[in-house]
């Protein structure tokens, strides 16, 4: 019998080497954000049943089989959630064996010495240098330069050297993720960042791959529900804020933003007309829509006078256009001066840009959201731990329980998959009034 599998994707694939594509595929989910550890074992084992799928037709197309497949899982009474994954799922499987057979194959930016042995400078630079050309953002460049070099110095002071130069083998990248979770104790969150940015470094930067990970010790993720703050301690809060700050922390939490989200904004991403707010290169570089709330609209166009007329200062003084996403400062070579470009909320002062050392004015910072927040908390005597996120966290349990369907609260807050969201079902039990009796409610 024939498979579905075998259109394009692996014809008359054994056992072995079907489970040598799906364990790529999963190192490529991970790798590329576009799954975490625990979605991307579902995602794979949706693969897996697809692959073993019997086609609609003879010399059925990828498209077909998958439409076949998703309708069989309906058929199955699968939820709606389940087959919206096992579509994702497939299709990301698609697209990179598609991208498999059209990619060339890339030479590493370093190579180690006869001895496995690296520089770490400039291991440092090359892992700088593959992210840029990559587009990967600022932060998370900055991220996987710290755990390189944390992972260098771990080397160092466990031995693993060679003439004084850190040893890369299979067994110390194995060796230095189990040291997180069993000597450091670091949360599982913070594990899989740190495997991220050493496998990027191994794989991407040095051409290196790392086997079989089985061995390799990892912390434990426990089940955790987000901190939630009622209507009446929200409220509590803006009273305790003024200013700016006051106007990032309305906008995150109606809008469900996430903070950085907020900072990064653009002039052009508010639209009063629709009453939406433009997220541009959010989590994952996705777009998405989201809610611009009435009442922040006076206050919204009163900030914009005033930001105005920083922007014009800037021109008048010269001052180099704000940055630009990607490549769109070569394609649109005036944008970056233009009004709609501006930052919603810019910084007050100039800095230099770390990449291109050009001095130019930057967005607010995101740390000075979280420390008005934190005051703030203070001040109103709330007792939780709360942070900018806790708005967003607030926001999304706010809407679920006044009756927003979970899909809506889905596409605001830009999951990529409804499970995440989920999660704020079970905080949302706890604020709904306790159902009655249906003896109570007889007449």
């Not at 913070?190 to 470094?201: D, E, G, S």
Request: proline content about 5%.
């Amino acid at each position: 019998m024939a498979f579905c599998g075998r259109a394009g994707r692996g014809a008359g694939m054994a056992d072995q080497d079907r489970e040598r594509l799906l364990a790529g595929f999963a190192d490529h989910l991970l790798r590329n954000r576009l799954a975490d550890e625990k979605h991307g074992r579902y995602m794979v084992g949706w693969v897996r049943r697809f692959l073993g799928f019997p086609p609609p037709v003879p010399n059925a197309t990828a498209e077909e089989c998958l439409q076949e497949y998703l309708r069989a899982l309906e058929r199955e009474q699968a939820q709606d959630w389940q087959v919206e994954q096992a579509r994702m799922a497939v299709t990301a499987w698609l697209a990179w064996r598609k991208g498999q057979a059209a990619a060339p194959p890339q030479t590493p930016k370093l190579r180690l010495a006869a001895d496995r042995t690296v520089d770490p400078a400039r291991a440092l630079e090359a892992v700088t240098e593959t992210m840029r050309v990559r587009h990967y953002s600022y932060r998370t460049e900055q991220t996987y330069l710290d755990w390189a070099r944390r992972f260098f110095q771990y080397l160092v002071s466990t031995g693993n050297v060679s003439d004084g130069r850190p040893v890369l083998t299979e067994e110390t990248f194995q060796s230095f993720i189990s040291h997180l979770a069993t000597r450091l104790r670091v949360a599982a969150g913070t594990q899989n960042q740190a495997f991220a940015a050493v496998l990027f470094l191994y794989r991407d930067v040095l051409g290196l791959e790392v086997g079989r990970l089985e061995d390799t010790v990892r912390a434990k993720r426990g089940h955790r529900l987000p901190t939630v703050l009622s209507t009446e301690e929200v409220q509590k809060l803006f009273d305790k804020m003024e200013g700016t700050p006051r106007l990032m922390a309305e906008l995150i939490y109606g809008g469900g933003l996430r903070v950085m989200e907020c900072c990064r904004m653009r002039v052009k991403d508010v639209d009063f007309g629709m009453n939406q707010l433009m997220v541009r290169g959010g989590k994952g570089d996705k777009d998405r829509s989201t809610l611009l709330p009435e009442r922040l609209k006076p206050a919204l166009r009163q900030h914009l006078e005033r930001v105005r007329g920083l922007f014009e200062q800037d021109r008048a003084a010269k001052v180099a256009g704000v940055h630009m996403p990607d490549a769109l400062e070569r394609k649109l070579p005036h944008a970056s001066t233009e009004w709609g470009w501006f930052w919603l909320f810019p910084s007050r002062s100039l800095s230099v840009d770390p990449r291109t050392n050009v001095v130019r004015r930057h967005h607010a910072s995101d740390v000075s959201v979280q420390q008005a927040v934190a005051q703030a908390v203070a001040k109103a005597g709330i007792a939780k731990r709360v942070t900018p996120h806790t708005l967003r966290h607030s926001f999304a349990t706010h809407l679920l329980v006044n009756g927003v369907d979970i899909r809506q609260v889905q596409e605001l807050l830009g999951h990529a998959n409804v499970e995440t969201t989920m999660i704020y079902t079970h905080v949302a039990k706890g604020l709904r009034a306790p159902p009655k009796s249906p003896l109570d409610l007889l007449g």
